[in-house]
């Protein structure tokens, strides 16, 4: 007999990191993957923020803790790996939640393509892409590969990956090579170690965040800008999404529900990447 659908999404007695999960975003994740049964280990670059999300957690009746990591030292991640491991037993989901763009690779009237710092186009680059995805891949991935039942992988990519946007020229590119190396490290994984270990990501559409706020919003006024009123005009559903809005998703490429996916890119994203504008 199949499986029945409350139970194919249940994700009780699995261990889940997710890095970035002090963020808006992240932590709607890690609070998503505990409604779910798992437990959430919370890696951020700032262990109160990290914390903080737990603490709603455990409070709301779930099992979660925060740890410290930097997606620019490798050393953190390793000793974060470690401590959730001996704290957990073992990772059996790895939310790859970190990235973000920066005013100093952001195309302006103040500042052309010509003039933007190779220091923050590679920082965002290494956000997204190095830091954020490959280098948390590699050290947590490597504790995964003798699960039993395997793990699964879910990388953070955009909707920059399908269409790039104007001004954004590094984290467009930097987007469109996690969706590449979510497809290359899923085959990957399946041929060489295990095909129980499944990788995917999820592009989200627009979400307003700290980092995307300066372009989509009037610092002054709050008003959406040009570009913000243009966005809202090409998503069908006429908004921005919501942090909750990743959760449905995200709970079913962890789970059982999605046991035969791998290698896939699921927008979220309110119908933009299917409007042609017209």
């Excluded at 890690?30 to 409604?35: P, T």
């Excluded at 914390?51 to 000793?79: C, P, S, W």
Aim: with cysteine; hydrophobic share 45%; aromatic share 8%.
């Amino acid at each position: 007999m199949s499986a029945q659908p409350t139970t194919m999404f249940d994700l009780t007695g699995k261990t889940a990191v997710v890095t970035g999960g002090g963020g808006v975003l992240g932590g709607s994740i890690a609070e998503g993957l505990a409604s779910a049964g798992a437990t959430v280990a919370i890696a951020d670059v700032r262990l109160d923020m990290a914390q903080a999300v737990a603490d709603k957690i455990i409070a709301a009746g779930g099992k979660a803790k925060g740890y410290a990591l930097d997606v620019f030292d490798r050393a953190t991640i390793e000793a974060c790996n470690t401590a959730i491991c001996a704290d957990f037993c073992q990772v059996d989901i790895l939310i790859n939640g970190v990235g973000g763009n920066m005013g100093g690779a952001t195309t302006s009237p103040d500042q052309s393509f010509f003039d933007l710092p190779q220091d923050a186009m590679l920082k965002v680059i290494d956000l997204n892409l190095v830091g954020g995805v490959v280098l948390p891949s590699q050290v947590f991935i490597k504790s995964m590969i003798n699960n039993e039942d395997g793990g699964v992988i879910i990388n953070i990519s955009s909707m920059n990956a399908f269409r790039p946007l104007t001004r954004i020229p590094g984290y467009s590119a930097a987007k469109a090579a996690v969706s590449n190396f979510t497809q290359w490290l899923a085959v990957h994984l399946a041929q060489e170690y295990s095909p129980k270990l499944r990788v995917n990501a999820v592009a989200p559409g627009f979400f307003l965040t700290e980092q995307n706020r300066f372009l989509l919003t009037d610092k002054e006024t709050g008003e959406p800008t040009p570009r913000g009123e243009t966005i809202i005009g090409h998503t069908p559903q006429g908004r921005y999404g919501s942090p909750e809005d990743l959760i449905g998703t995200t709970i079913w490429l962890a789970s059982d529900a999605s046991k035969f996916v791998t290698g896939i890119v699921v927008p979220v994203d309110g119908g933009f990447s299917a409007f042609s504008g017209v």
